[in-house]
């Protein structure tokens, strides 16, 4: 099952081919849910939105036609979806209506959850960059992985724009390591 | 560390990322249970129209109801939602027939009857993606999923 290609999966889910289905959403439910990430939602709008990104593949698994473009599709899917949703909220409660904090993911509970140093210390600079980086470089390390023109849609801005941001946000990825790094031998429990 | 390269920086952060904000149980079990919505013989009634597409720019449309519609070779299926208490939808057939209406919902399915001029509700709607099957004397129409 591990490398059926994506157009014979998407032929035997729209046969009915449960197993193939499966596979599908085990091979993307990543990058779907990286791009879902990305907006500020409560847990259960989040939820809303990623599994209404899979009803609409089943409802379109038999007329993808550039089966090799199924990340492109899901994550614009996922994207679609979101802002939607976003918009839905608004109108439903238009003053009370407050954003969930984006991606908290608190570095100490992350430590716990996280195997391997190097791993660790890469999340904690991650974890204190703006969310336009965030989004960014989740977008830009999804995997499978998807090709500039698609994330540039993804974050709305000009594909020429893409590669300098994502520079720019890595080199201060790369700034804030060094700085903990610098932090940790004089300070052990420096935060 | 300051000799990692990008790719390097990215495959550690993508590991980290699985460990520390992986897909919750619950959203991948509904993933899969999706394609439990594989329609086999139904004709795809498309979205024609829906109100909560118009008034993208702040407007304050809470107040009104949203007004839906779906369009199938043959027939409409003209929708309002309400949420004033619980949510409900109310619905018509255009041409007026009648027909047996099922709300698929990720939460479970509820069917009801036209009455004689095409027209059926539903009440107590949960949030969250939804369609509608229409099985009437010689056609099926599924609809196109709306979130509601």
Partial sequence: MSEDSVAELLVRAAEGDQRAWDAIVSRYERLVWSVVRGFPFDDGTRHDVFQTVWLRLVEHCGRIREPERLAGWLATTARNEAIRALQQRRREVPSEFRFDLPDRVNPEAADVLIEGESERAVFRAFAELPEDCRHLLRLVCADPPLDYRTIAELVGRPVGSIGPTFGRCIKRMRQIMERHRGLKPSNGGSR | ?148
């Fill in chain 2, 1 to 148: 560390m300051s000799d990692w390269t990008d790719d390097q920086i990215l495959a550690m952060l993508r590991r980290a990322l699985e460990a520390a904000d992986p897909v919750p149980e619950t959203a991948r079990r509904a993933a899969r249970a999706a394609f439990t919505w594989r329609s086999i013989d139904a004709e795809l009634a498309e979205l024609v129209y829906d109100s909560a597409e118009e008034d993208v720019a702040g407007v304050r449309g809470t107040e009104t109801a949203r007004q839906v519609a779906f369009r199938a070779p043959g027939v409409e299926v003209e929708v309002m939602v309400t949420h004033s208490g619980g949510r409900r939808i109310v619905g018509q057939l255009v041409p007026p027939q009648s027909a047996r209406i099922e709300l698929q919902t990720p939460d479970g399915n509820q069917i009801t009857g036209t009455d004689t001029l095409g027209r059926f509700s539903f009440d107590d709607v949960p949030s969250g993606p939804a369609r509608l099957v229409v099985r009437g004397d010689d056609v099926v129409v599924v609809t196109e999923i709306v979130v509601i």
